[in-house]
């Protein structure tokens, strides 16, 4: 209480001040030359307020950039602005504000929310990105000191957002010490609505949200990418670690590369590549039921290869192999379908190639062995269960399960749904490539079916949904790479939710994980259940997500085995 006291005294002090010194002003110059002197000399002092460029939303039109913190007021010297602002400022504040009202001069003073009955002007202050979270940085990117967009979308639709430039702007008229002129009404420029201009994106901010928290909390490094089946639609891409746009200088110093997006690099890819295998085999006339005895590893032509930790899985089918991964089982396959038709399937469900998110933002396109490489038996060995030379980003592993869950029609996936005009209209709604047929719909309902295993009894039971169901595959790459006497392994999980009404395809990738796939299946399972809950909050819910679906344990499996 007593420091209150002292801050209100100081305050009316330097008000009786203010007010002493204009009189005393006021009468000298009013009498003599110096008025004349000083009248002749009157200008105009402009203050920007606030200034900013083009939006970007989500595909709600929800603001992902361009978000109100505030306000800004523009501020002359007056008593009683002074103490309306000294009722809502810290001290620190209130004291950097009588600084600025000694210099005479207007200035533009920060506030939490706008204070009554005052002669300041006050803007809403608008900040680019999200102060606390940032969502999707390496997706919209990043400005430089001018403005300019340098990454992302940022810099992809730097014209247009820059275009759409708006700003706050008010200019008093002055004496010739720079003070306001009492009685004058400052002019008032205020362009700020041109920011509703921009662009939309397929990101559902929500949906990113959910899924840049589930990220943050498993995996170390890694990412995450959703897409929708039905069009191939991105709703979230994240890549961790991530950075602080508004500190990008923190971010090149820091050893995990936090810049890199891991979302469109590629890594090497592993035993969810047997879903590609799988439908090659079902495509060239191969059953289900095919049945092979597994001991643990299988000799190539002098080659042997083992399972996941030398384990024997004993006879299986292609859903059983699936859901326990085993590597015999899928080597053994491929041998049967030999090195092209699995190198055109690979190649047909869009590994090798780079994807066009939107003009300007591509991912890699990863590797592919050649067919002359997979003439040797062991590399093809190798390839069919994702190992050897095979490298994907996780777009092309997520567009992969959205091809299998959407029934067999690839949608290439794309991250723009057009540009925005000022009234927050989309005006030029991009043009997306036609979705291609790839798999028939039979082969697709058995890869379904054959995917609910490892969530439901094998591999992947850690990313089963809390409702819904799911289907999907495990996998731990080998990257051949050494670091203090252990090998860097990269651990996935991709698959789709819910179970009898796909909506979503997920890829998860932990990069250089030493936990195998208990990073990345938690990452699954708490991305399907905040859908699902959101879903439900938006009233979308789909009867899919009503019960979850039980399917039924192959009668040889009884325990559920080591995650791959």
């Not at 430039?165 to 200019?171: A, E, H, N």
């Not at 959205?402 to 029934?407: K, L, M, N, R």
């Not at 905040?530 to 979850?548: H, K, N, Y």
């Amino acid at each position: 209480m007593e420091k209150m006291h002292m801050r209100m005294v100081a305050v009316y002090a330097v008000i009786a001040i203010m007010l002493t010194i204009g009189a005393l002003r006021v009468f000298s110059i009013s009498t003599g030359e110096a008025y004349t002197q000083a009248a002749q000399q009157n200008s105009s002092y402009s203050l920007t307020v606030t200034q900013g460029r083009g939006s970007i939303y989500d595909c709600n039109l929800q603001h992902l950039t361009n978000f109100q913190d505030g306000y800004k007021a523009a501020v002359t010297a007056d008593p009683q602005t002074t103490t309306a602002f000294s009722k809502v400022l810290s001290d620190s504040q209130m004291q950097t504000m009588l600084d600025r009202i000694g210099e005479g001069k207007p200035f533009v003073q920060k506030v939490d929310e706008y204070i009554p009955g005052t002669k300041a002007l006050f803007f809403p202050n608008v900040t680019r990105y999200r102060e606390e979270d940032p969502l999707c940085p390496h997706i919209i990117g990043y400005v430089d000191s001018d403005g300019k967009g340098v990454e992302g979308i940022e810099a992809a639709y730097d014209d247009w957002l820059g275009k759409a430039q708006g700003k706050s702007k008010v200019t008093f008229s002055v004496n010739a010490v720079g003070e306001a002129l009492a009685g004058v009404e400052p002019e008032v420029e205020d362009t700020m609505s041109n920011l509703n201009s921009g662009v939309m994106l397929t990101i559902d901010k929500d949906i990113q949200d959910i899924a840049q928290k589930a990220a943050r909390k498993y995996l170390e490094k890694g990412a995450v990418v959703v897409l929708d089946v039905r069009t191939g639609a991105v709703r979230a891409s994240v890549s961790v670690p991530d950075f602080d746009p508004e500190n990008v200088q923190e971010a090149l110093n820091d050893e995990d590369s936090p810049l890199l997006n891991r979302t469109t690099s590629a890594y090497n890819v592993g035993s969810v590549f047997k879903l590609v295998t799988a439908a090659a085999a079902l495509e060239n006339g191969i059953s289900p039921d095919r049945t092979y005895d597994c001991t643990g590893s299988v000799d190539i032509y002098g080659v042997t290869f083992d399972c996941y930790h030398q384990r024997t899985h004993g006879l299986q089918n292609m859903e059983g192999a699936l859901a326990q991964s085993c590597n015999a089982y899928y080597i053994t396959l491929g041998q049967e379908i030999g090195a092209k038709k699995l190198l055109d399937m690979t190649a047909k469900m869009g590994f090798g190639s780079g994807i066009t998110l939107c003009d300007g933002l591509q991912s890699a396109s990863g590797t592919l062995p050649t067919l002359d490489t997979l003439k040797m038996p062991a590399a093809l060995a190798n390839f069919s269960f994702g190992q050897g030379e095979l490298m994907a980003t996780p777009y092309q592993v997520a567009s992969m399960v959205q091809c299998i869950a959407s029934g067999g029609t690839l949608a290439k996936p794309y991250l723009v749904e057009g540009l925005v005009d000022s009234s927050g209209q989309l005006i030029e709604p991009t043009q997306q490539a036609q979705p291609v047929q790839v798999l028939s719909s039979e082969t697709c309902d058995a890869l379904r079916l054959m995917m609910a295993a490892p969530v439901e009894y094998g591999t992947g039971t850690g990313a089963k949904p809390t409702v819904g169901g799911a289907g999907g595959k495990t996998a731990t790459a080998e990257t051949g790479i050494l670091v203090d006497g252990e090998f860097v392994n990269q651990t996935w999980f991709a698959g789709f939710f819910p179970y009898d009404n796909p909506q979503y395809a997920v890829a998860v990738l932990a990069e250089d994980s030493p936990k195998g796939s208990e990073t990345s299946t938690p990452t699954f399972r708490a991305i399907a259940d905040g859908v699902e809950q959101l879903m439900t909050r938006r009233g979308q819910s789909d009867p899919a997500l009503q019960d979850a679906v039980a399917v039924p344990k192959a009668s040889e499996q009884e325990d559920a085995p080591p995650q791959d």
